[in-house]
């Protein structure tokens, strides 16, 4: 089970950590991803972070803004996002994708069909 959580109302320019606390299973076999949708929008590719080595990957247009980390100790997953933008207004959700091998590029995991458990979305509102 995947749980979203931080989101809220921030003003442009401003920042906000989102949390992804993970239950009920060890992380270590998964990359753990951001996605987000806009109303009328697809949902798209924010960032991803492969649990057992850290290392994480960017939507290109986010890049230098938008963080991704995690807390081993307790199961969780952050979005760290700065300098927010209107545009960055959306419903924020958290994906687990299954490690199908320790090969697997990181732009696999822009695909929503990767991630196999998504969490209830967190909503997150940039005013200008």
């Known amino acids: 089970q995947l749980q979203a959580s931080g989101g809220g109302l921030v003003q442009a320019g401003g920042s906000l950590r989102l949390s992804c606390a993970a239950s009920?299973?060890?992380?270590?076999?998964?990359?753990m991803g951001w996605f987000r949708q806009a109303p009328g929008k697809e949902r798209e590719f924010v960032g991803v972070?492969?649990?057992?080595?850290?290392?994480?990957h960017y939507a290109d247009s986010l890049k230098g803004r938008f963080t991704v980390s995690r807390d081993d100790a307790k199961n969780t997953m952050y979005l760290q996002m700065n300098s927010l933008k209107p545009e960055d207004t959306a419903v924020y959700y958290c994906g687990a994708a299954p490690l199908r091998s320790v090969i697997t590029p990181l732009p696999a995991f822009e695909r929503r069909d990767a991630y196999a458990y998504w969490g209830q979305g967190t909503q997150v509102t940039v005013s200008s």
């Open positions: 972070i492969v649990w057992s080595r850290g290392t994480t």
């Open positions: 009920g299973r060890t992380l270590s076999t998964y990359a």
